[in-house]
């Protein structure tokens, strides 16, 4: 059974910080790997989806990598800002079916 | 449209009570899916479909849970006799593809069991 997991679970910097959020997932037949954030009372946006054949994929600020041998994935937030603040989430597309599995968040606050 | 819609925002219901909800998927993506949030961030896939053919229901619990997405409508989770346990925020997501693109999300429904 697929498992997703992301540590820390909270995280609290001052605005500037590089950041890395980390995500790990227990079985390697996947898809694809995506990284959303939840804002409060919201829905998921989407930030980043990494093919299980790619290592990265970046966005402006953001850098997503993924080693599926490992079964992790790094989202590398630079020069945070408040307007970040949010939960990130994780989910990976299992092989063979279409569902995601989310990760457990991190909730992010970068405070001025 | 450009993004899923979902509707209502907030549904309260007595427990056994009905409820409906409703997801209009982006124009032009083939595939939906349910997800339920029980908890701040426990997402439980629920269901999804190709079209209008069911294309996974492994995470339904079928006994009061039933899901339809029928052509020229608004897909449709529905929940017989609700429970205090179904209380949650139900997503709705399309995409296009599973295995290259990215699931967008509708803003969910908050259906409260009293």
């Known amino acids: 059974k697929q498992e997703v997991t992301q540590i820390p679970a909270a995280l609290s910097v001052p605005e500037g910080e590089n950041l890395v959020l980390n995500c790990s997932f227990t079985?390697?037949?996947?898809?694809?790997l995506q990284w959303f954030r939840q804002d409060p009372g919201k829905g998921l946006t989407s930030l980043l989806l990494?093919?299980?054949?790619?290592r990265e994929q970046t966005s402006g600020r953001l850098n997503a990598s993924l080693d599926k041998s490992s079964g992790r994935s790094t989202l590398y937030i630079a020069a945070s800002q408040p307007g970040d603040s949010a939960t990130y989430l994780c989910?990976?597309?299992?092989?063979?079916?279409?569902?995601?599995?989310f990760g457990t968040g991190t909730r992010l606050q970068v405070f001025p | 449209g450009e993004e899923v819609a979902q509707t209502p925002k907030h549904l309260v219901r007595g427990e056994g009570q009905k409820a409906k909800l409703y997801c209009a998927p982006i124009?032009?993506?083939?595939?939906v899916f349910w997800y339920q949030q029980v908890l701040k961030n426990e997402f439980k896939f629920l269901i999804s479909?190709?079209?209008?053919?069911?294309?996974?229901e492994t995470g339904m619990p079928k006994e009061r849970f039933s899901a339809k997405c029928l052509p020229n409508s608004p897909c449709s989770l529905e929940i017989q006799a609700t429970k205090l346990e179904d209380s949650a925020v139900y997503f709705c997501?399309?995409?296009?593809?599973?295995?290259?693109?990215?699931?967008?999300f509708g803003p969910g429904t908050r259906l409260t069991v009293l």
């Open positions: 479909f190709q079209n209008e053919n069911v294309f996974d």
């Open positions: 124009k032009g993506h083939s595939y």
């Open positions: 079985d390697s037949a996947i898809y694809n």
């Open positions: 997501a399309s995409s296009q593809s599973v295995v290259t693109d990215t699931q967008y």
């Open positions: 989910a990976v597309c299992l092989y063979n079916t279409d569902k995601l599995i």
């Open positions: 990494i093919q299980s054949s790619q």
